[in-house]
């Protein structure tokens, strides 16, 4: 069975992934591409493709700058791994915002001064105590207030970050947190989910199985098998013809 962390794993693990793929050429052996590019064919517009592209044109039109400009220009990017991007980063910023703000303990309160003009050291032995105590507690708050493990609203924000954080919390790992409960695991678990789910999708490295809208000429209902890198393949419940991206090879 997948699990929380197994999910948490995944996003953390693949972000270099998806940031790689956001300057690559468009696949076009992914998952339903192709097929959806060769049933649109058969006198039916692929309305999924035709949104897509036109935002992506949109986008690009976005990245241009002015002719009179020096230097390159900006490098086409896959729009949907970007979406993907984003959206995972915010759903696991904002569940470790929420947990921490739950969880995380604040920081341990540096020593204050005292006030020697009304409360004097009767010794100096006593003065030097005092002194290296509050040395001691001052340490101790900095170190507590800088621990890596404590999740910070600013600074170093982003998925894979978020993703271990959140996964230190849910395999109970030490820090300036208390354990959380069953609640809370319970919505990282979903997040989770849903974020590995848009990362695998978006880098093909899933099985998947989707029904197009688009009917086939019988009027039966189109699946397509594909991802894990294999070429997709389409299938007519009514009928049972099967596609291929270079075209149909059973009937």
Known sequence: MTTTSTHLRTVALHWADLREAVGQPA?????GAGLRGYLARLDQADAEQIEQERLQAVHLRSLERDPIQIGERPVPVRLHILDTMRAVEAALIACADDIAHAAQRA???????????THPYLTQREADIAAADRARRAQLAHADLVDPRRWRYTGRRTAPHAALWLLARVERQPGPCRRITEDEERRIGAVAAGAADRVERALDIAAQQRTLEQRCACGGAIDIHGGEGRVPVAHCTGCGRIW???????A
Do not use: D
């Not at 696949?27 to 998952?31: A, C, K, Q, S």
């Not at 291929?244 to 059973?250: L, M, N, R």
């Open 27 to 31: 696949l076009h052996n992914g998952f």
């Open 107 to 117: 920081p341990i309160a540096g020593p204050t001064a005292r006030r020697t003009a």
């Open 244 to 250: 291929t991206e270079s075209g149909v090879i059973a």
